[in-house]
């Protein structure tokens, strides 16, 4: 029998994944709410499907996947989140996964990903038309947020949250001066002048929850 690995913070997320995947005859080999024992249980289950969650504590989705390809493992990765938009979505295709599905769709939609993925093929709902049909403004936006790592993306998010340096740091897993380098280059790579309007900004590219 195929072995999955469920990965999200929501208890409630990880039920609803567990019993579609056992409908379609995976063995849930574990699962877990952050991406540091996410890695391990990769390490020693390798199971054939992961279903990653991006926003969790310890290590981000993006953080996994890039992990996850470093370890070579030959794990299938399907990307299940809240974070609807074709510039996470092609994130995490480069990083490493085969499929990404917004959590908003419906069971039967996850069913079909699973059945995608597990076939040799690669699953994207359909996010690209959000883009697509975006004003100038939005499209311009898109190639600001382009030129920011995974790292300053992730800190961009913290900081929208409301957490201080300090707790981003040990978020993280990096010093304060570090933290606040991230800080910095996305103010200045997006041209923003304080957290306030980076915080409009987060909210109006779909890049928060």
Same mark, same amino acid.
């Given at each position: ?8 913070d929501?208890?409630?997320?990880r ?17 877990t709410? /952050?991406? !540091? @024992? *996410?890695?391990?249980l990769?390490? $020693? ?6 279903v &990653?969650d ?5 290590l ?16 299938k990765?399907?990307v299940?989140?809240?974070?609807g938009?074709?510039?996470f ?10 499929g990404f ?6 069971v039967?939609?996850l069913?079909h990903?699973?059945h995608?993925v597990m076939s040799g093929g690669?699953?994207?709902?359909d996010i690209?038309? /959000?883009? !697509? @049909? *975006?004003g100038?403004d939005n499209? $311009? ?6 030129? &920011?790592s ?6 961009l998010q ?16 990096l010093?304060?001066k570090?933290?606040s380098?991230?800080k ?9 002048k304080?957290v ?11 890049l928060?929850?």
């Amino acid at each position: 029998m195929r072995k999955a690995l469920i990965v999200d913070d929501h208890p409630f997320i990880r039920r609803i994944v567990r019993l579609v995947l056992e409908k379609a005859n995976f063995q849930v080999a574990a699962e877990t709410d /952050n991406g !540091a @024992t *996410a890695l391990d249980l990769a390490r $020693s289950h390798v199971p054939h499907l992961i279903v &990653l969650d991006l926003s969790m504590p310890k290590l981000d989705g993006l953080e996994v996947l890039k992990r996850l390809h470093i370890l070579g493992l030959p794990i299938k990765v399907l990307v299940l989140t809240s974070k609807g938009s074709a510039f996470f979505a092609d994130r995490c295709i480069r990083a490493g996964a085969i499929g990404f599905i917004e959590k908003t769709e419906d069971v039967d939609a996850l069913t079909h990903a699973i059945h995608r993925v597990m076939s040799g093929g690669i699953y994207l709902n359909d996010i690209n038309a /959000n883009v !697509a @049909t *975006a004003g100038n403004d939005n499209q $311009s936006d898109q190639q600001l947020i382009k030129t &920011l790592s995974d790292r300053e993306l992730r800190t961009l998010q913290y900081l929208v949250s409301g957490l201080s340096n300090k707790k981003i740091s040990e978020t993280m897993l990096l010093s304060e001066k570090t933290v606040s380098t991230y800080k910095t280059r996305v103010l200045n790579k997006l041209n923003i002048k304080s957290v306030v309007y980076l915080a409009e900004f987060a909210k109006r590219n779909n890049l928060v929850e």
